[in-house]
T-cell receptor
């Protein structure tokens, strides 16, 4: 079974709809992240959480919100989706092991906003 | 603000040839990561470089880090088709933000017969 899972894997929605993307992990990591990927722009950090009570904005948080329900779950919400939020969204986790903070990525959610 | 730039962004290679991808970053950091992404797939960790002069090798890929020049390289030796993918470098911010990564734009590598 995958260590980092995301649901749904694909979603098509309409402008103005509220949508939630969910991420779960079984790696036992404290840190979780949400990124979006657009062609030619690499990955941009939306929000990150270093533990259940710690949530921080990333580079592009406007139009997004998050909830860290438990150590293993981190959800991303689009309160009112707009077409330029069409992108590939990744959740990732990390933990400090031997000085490393290697991030482990989920399979991604492809979101299309019409 | 930490900025990470890769070049080239597109790389078309013949099998058997060697080439290098460069990753420059704008502020001090001693943690640099290389990831691989196959089309339509997630990101897979390749290398973690933790100190100046660090060199890591796996198969036909070798990564190095020069923290004084703020430069990392990913060298490809005798390329094969299976190496076709997008390669990202990412740099970790320091201080209390350890673990928070800033990514380069990615280098799309295509290896031709």
């Amino acid at each position: 079974d995958a260590d980092v899972t995301q649901t749904p894997r694909n979603r098509i929605t309409k402008t103005g709809k509220r949508i939630m993307l969910e991420c779960s992990q079984t790696k036992g990591h404290d840190r979780m992240y949400w990124y979006r990927q657009d062609p030619g722009l690499g990955l941009q950090l939306i929000y990150y959480s270093f533990d259940v009570k710690d949530i921080n904005k990333g580079e592009i948080s406007d139009g997004y919100s998050v909830s860290r329900q438990a150590q293993a779950k981190f959800s991303l919400s689009l309160e009112s989706a707009i077409p330029n939020q069409t992108a590939l969204y990744f959740c990732a986790t990390s933990d400090l092991v031997q000085g490393r903070h290697t991030q482990y990525f989920g399979p991604g959610t492809r979101l299309t906003v019409l | 603000e930490l900025k990470v730039e890769q070049n080239p962004l597109f790389l078309s290679m013949q099998e058997g040839k060697n080439y290098t991808i460069y990753c420059n970053y704008s502020t001090t950091s001693d943690r640099l990561y290389w990831y691989r992404q196959d089309p339509g797939k997630s990101l897979e960790s390749l290398f973690v470089l933790l100190s100046n002069g660090a060199v890591k090798q796996e198969g036909r890929l070798m990564a190095s880090l020069d923290t004084k020049a703020r430069l990392s390289t990913l060298h490809i030796t005798a390329a094969v088709h299976d190496l076709s993918a997008t390669y990202f470098c990412a740099v970790s911010a320091g201080g209390t933000s350890y673990g928070k990564l800033t990514f380069g734009q990615g280098t799309i590598l295509t290896v031709h017969p």
